[in-house]
């Protein structure tokens, strides 16, 4: 079956440094790739997605590239605030089902330190 | 209001009780799912609802029992829980399930059984 493997957490990181969360997946065909954020007492929110190979998602700073010969999603950001600090989801979708079938990681909890 | 709310956000009870959760969305969507949410864990689809009409039921225990009257209103009914139940269930909605695309999501249930 579909699954998705994110680096374990927690993340701490000073502001302005430069962020990397790894995701990787394993789906057979072609998913699409998802990145979500919940901050501090809310649900989760779409923060960038991606549908196809190559494809690079971006939203607020933030940027992910399907990448389907090392079937990875990795987030990054290159200048990380305090205003960051969430649990970043990845998360696929089997095309065949769309959302009935969609696949969540572990969640990796960030951390910025003024 | 807008967007989906969850009632109670914060849920304490025993193994004998039976407690309700609800889900209402405002987003005029016609899928609905439970998700669970434990620590060090992936989020764990439970329920989806589209069109009023349950179309996943990811081999949750019977002691979960969810009920959806329409398509803007979700309850998941918990009947002799154990204390490995509490976590945070979420509720999101999306358009229709056979499509990939976004999950809006509540703000959460925090379930502690005792």
């Known amino acids: 079956g579909n699954s998705v493997t994110q680096m374990e957490g927690p993340v701490t990181l000073s502001e302005e440094a430069f962020l990397t969360i790894n995701c990787t997946y394993t789906a057979t065909g072609y998913p699409s790739l998802f990145w979500y954020v919940q901050y501090p007492g809310e649900g989760l929110q779409l923060l960038l997605k991606a549908t196809k190979a190559d494809d690079k998602g971006s939203n607020k700073g933030f940027e992910a590239t399907y990448r389907k010969e090392t079937t990875s999603f990795h987030l990054e950001k290159g200048s990380v605030q305090v205003s960051d600090s969430a649990v970043y989801f990845c998360a696929l979708s089997d095309p065949n089902f769309g959302n009935e079938k969609l696949t969540f990681g572990t969640g990796t909890r960030l951390t910025i330190i003024p | 209001e807008t967007g989906v709310t969850q009632t109670p956000r914060h849920l304490v009870m025993g193994m004998t009780n039976k407690k309700s959760l609800k889900c209402e969305q405002h987003?005029?969507?016609?899928?609905m799912y439970w998700y669970k949410q434990s620590a060090k864990k992936p989020l764990e689809l439970m329920f989806v609802y589209n069109f009023k009409e349950q179309t996943e039921n990811n081999s949750v225990p019977s002691r979960f029992s969810p009920e959806c009257p329409n398509s803007s209103h979700l309850f998941l009914h918990l009947h002799t829980l154990q204390p490995e139940d509490s976590a945070l269930y979420l509720c999101?909605?999306?358009?229709?399930?056979?499509?990939?695309?976004?999950?809006?999501f509540g703000e959460g249930s925090r379930l502690t059984v005792l």
């Open positions: 987003l005029g969507h016609n899928a």
């Open positions: 999101a909605s999306s358009q229709d399930t056979g499509l990939v695309e976004e999950l809006f």
